[in-house]
């Protein structure tokens, strides 16, 4: 049996973002997979754009991604008590593709923040954002990095022990909602 294709979506778009670090965290805390960042630099969404020009190739490639992997993981930063526009714009272009590449879809989110709530806030938001493609979102356990730029060693791993063993909870519940 081949390995599950595992998609990550950074809601930052920053070098060294803490949301992309998590991400690969969580990869390799799931096990053997085809891991592969979603790219999110997309044009803003712009009904005229699509009808002038159609879906933009970069949105296609995204739609395509999540449609063929097994899961998905997001990792939402929170800016101003929400997640990034950039999250938000690639969720907006997505839902105008076709073939609705979210439906039953495993999807577990987390989230990083400089914040003492490490982005809890953004992730109930992004939950909420989710409703409308009916994924098959997990309940948690959840992960909320708080004070995020100090959470990993400079090899990119998480320094703490509890971090890790939720995010290893949350990775395993995921990879068991592949085979469901």
């Known amino acids: 049996m081949a390995d599950p294709v595992l998609l990550g979506l950074s809601g930052a778009l920053r070098r060294g973002s803490t949301n992309s670090m ?9 096990g053997p997979c085809s891991f592969a960042e979603g790219d999110l630099r997309l044009p803003l969404f712009d009904a005229d754009l699509q009808e002038a020009e159609g879906i933009p190739a970069s949105v296609q490639v995204l739609a395509d991604q999540i449609a063929a992997a097994d899961a998905v993981v997001i990792s939402t930063p929170e800016y101003n008590k929400a997640p990034s526009g950039v999250l938000k714009n690639a969720l907006d272009w997505v839902s105008r593709t076709s073939g609705k590449p979210w439906a039953n879809k495993p999807v577990a989110v987390m989230s990083a923040s400089s914040g ?16 409308a493609f009916q994924p098959r979102l997990l309940q948690g356990p959840e992960v909320h990095l708080a004070d995020c730029t100090n959470q990993f060693d400079d090899a990119g791993q998480l ?9 290893q909870q949350l990775m395993d519940k995921l990879r068991a909602e592949i085979g469901r």
Do not use: N
């Not at 003492?116 to 409703?131: D, H, T």
């Open 159 to 167: 320094k703490s022990e509890l971090y890790e063993a939720t995010l």
């Open 22 to 30: 998590l991400l690969r965290e969580a990869a390799r805390l799931f």
């Open 116 to 131: 003492r709530a490490g982005g809890e806030r953004s992730q109930a938001i992004l939950r909420l954002c989710m409703v």
